[in-house]
């Protein structure tokens, strides 16, 4: 059994985040073997340097920011999908012809085009309830942009979600 | 001596046009949940202006001739958490301007205002919106050279779906001010 | 429901897969130390660009011309969602008088 600095068990901070930080990769790299690579090595990380882990909510912090940044940079690495800038996100219309009609799943997916920044800042705050000023911190980005990136991504994700609703409804009259 | 009160006038109204401190809406603020503060204005709007460029040319004309974008947006847990006398600075500097004000709605307890400042040819010198809720306040002051149909282009950026009544009801030789 | 207890609600955790803590844990036992080289070297050589003023200069003006330009894009949208707020508001308030 691992025990850091405080006494800390580290199974059982992997049992107590291993969703956490697998929902977080999986919804930024929108791939599951990738997900799960990528949260294995941040718990793997997180168990050389445990004897500066101070407590359980200290862990959860440091894994949350670690996996954040391990995910940017492994899109960036990756190259997953040309940049697209948040006035460009494509027609939901192929999706409604798939004939999903769950509201959350449809959310999931449209999160999912979201540019890098702008998907992890809202799964920070809507998946993890970080405020504004939590997620500058964890990514080093300034508070502005934060909510800048809030702001719209609410705004895109309202907009494609109600041409959906709009699309729907006229396909099954 | 006309000429000299003629002088005077212009000189007045120029100083007036630099001097609104946008900082003393920030007290607006003070018992805000969430708030944006954005001041835009110089060096720094220019910067923005190129680099949104970059990436957009089609935002060339919108924001090309920007002089100073002011944005403050305030929202609060619970009604009664501001002043709407704190907004009155602002319109009454904006009189000092003899802008037109094209929107006046009064509305339960929420009042919407826009300004403008007309120049030849469908374009504008300014733009001013107020919106005073009991949960939220919102002021918006762009000043430069837009026309307004290029703010209507904005429609499909941004993620917002398309606007174009500024733009349309300004063709149409109507002001959007409501009958009260 | 508000929108945002909608994507709050459509982003819950998703569980790890049933072998995740014992892959991680069969791990542990071999914990490669190649990262950490990796690691010391990268902080060396960022430590190395960090001494050189220009490209520190450089790098600020572009981190301040990227903030810039989130900010203008905020203050346009916001301007969009208030003038289409205000139609609504004035059809609104037309109906009403009719």
Known sequence: ?173 | MKKAFLFLAIALAAFAQQTFDFKTLDKLGAKAKESTNITLEGDTLKLAVNFLEADNASLKPVVDNLKGVYVRSYEFDKEGQYADADLEPLRAYINTLQWTKIVDVKEDKETSEIYVKPLPNNRLGGLAIIDAEPKEVNVIYITGDLSTSDLAKLGGNFGIPDMKFLHDDKKAGKKSTPAR | MSFEDDLRKALRHEPAPPDFAAKVLARTSRTPTYRRAAVLALAAALALAAIIPAAVHRYRRHQRALEAKDQLITALSITKVQLQQMKEKIRRNTRSKL
Not at chain 1, 49 to 77: G, N, V
Not at chain 1, 93 to 100: M, V
Not at chain 1, 123 to 152: C, F, G, W
């Open chain 1, 1 to 173: 059994m691992a025990l850091g600095f405080a006494g800390l068990n580290f199974e059982k901070i992997l049992a107590d985040n291993q969703s956490l930080v697998f929902s977080l990769a999986l919804r930024f790299l929108r791939d599951r073997e990738g997900a799960e690579e990528l949260a294995q090595e941040v718990f793997l990380q997180l168990y050389e340097k445990l004897r500066k882990i101070e407590s359980p909510a200290h862990a959860t912090w440091w894994l949350r920011r670690a996996i954040s940044h391990r995910c940017i940079d492994e899109a960036r690495k990756r190259r997953l999908r040309p940049r697209i800038g948040l006035e460009a996100v494509p027609e939901p219309l192929a999706q409604t012809r798939d004939a999903d009609p769950l509201l959350s799943r449809r959310l999931r997916k449209l999160v999912e085009k979201l540019p890098d920044n702008a998907r992890m800042v809202v799964l920070l705050r809507y998946q993890e309830d970080l405020d504004p000023m939590e997620i500058a911190e964890m990514l080093n980005m300034p508070i502005s942009t934060v909510k800048s990136l809030l702001h719209r991504s609410l705004a895109v994700l309202r907009g494609k979600l109600e041409k959906q609703e709009i699309y729907r409804k006229q396909v099954c009259r």
